[in-house]
């Protein structure tokens, strides 16, 4: 049995297959006369490939229980698709590096539940897994002509097992604050 560890969701670990959508450590600046604080520039959307267009859809998850076997990826090669939980709850997040899929580069990743994930245009990733019931996504993803979802069957499977610790870790960190740091200066304009 083939056995993929988790790894806490990190800006660092997850950098070479997209961004992550946090808003600690963001760029952030109080706009419409001070009664609104702007996170900006989040993510790298990125959908204009063969006449592509943004498109902002609601996915719903269903759950599933640990163990969990990986038999499949997928990947968009026209564009970019983000996650942005409409809940807290913590998530898996499974990614393999742009190019042919190779099934030894698979890394697993468990989200703080607010976290969102972008993956980069052409990455390799499984399918939501949401853990603790029903979880809905606001999902940026690519519309327009062309084929721009490729699905692999891997030869053997991959099994992500309980991981205690680092579960217990993201369900506690929603009780902590989400944001830190002090605001930049104040402005009202797009920079």
Known sequence: MRLLEIEP?????FAPFGDVIELDGARHFPINAGTTE???DLAQIDVGDADGRALVNVFRAQPF???????MMERHPLGSQAFIPIGDAPY????APRGALDAGA?????TRGWQGVNYAKGVWHHPLLALE?????IVIDRGGPGDNCEE?????????????????DAQASRAVPRVSGNA????TTTP
């Open 9 to 13: 969701l990190t800006r660092e670990a």
């Open 38 to 40: 702007r996170y900006h």
């Open 65 to 71: 229980r640990l163990p969990i076997e990986i038999r």
């Open 92 to 95: 898996l997040v499974v990614v």
């Open 106 to 110: 698979l890394r697993a990743f468990v």
């Open 133 to 137: 019931g029903c979880s809905d996504f």
């Open 152 to 168: 692999v069957q891997l030869s053997e499977p991959w099994h992500i097992a309980q991981a205690p610790r680092l579960f217990q």
């Open 184 to 187: 930049m200066a104040a402005s």
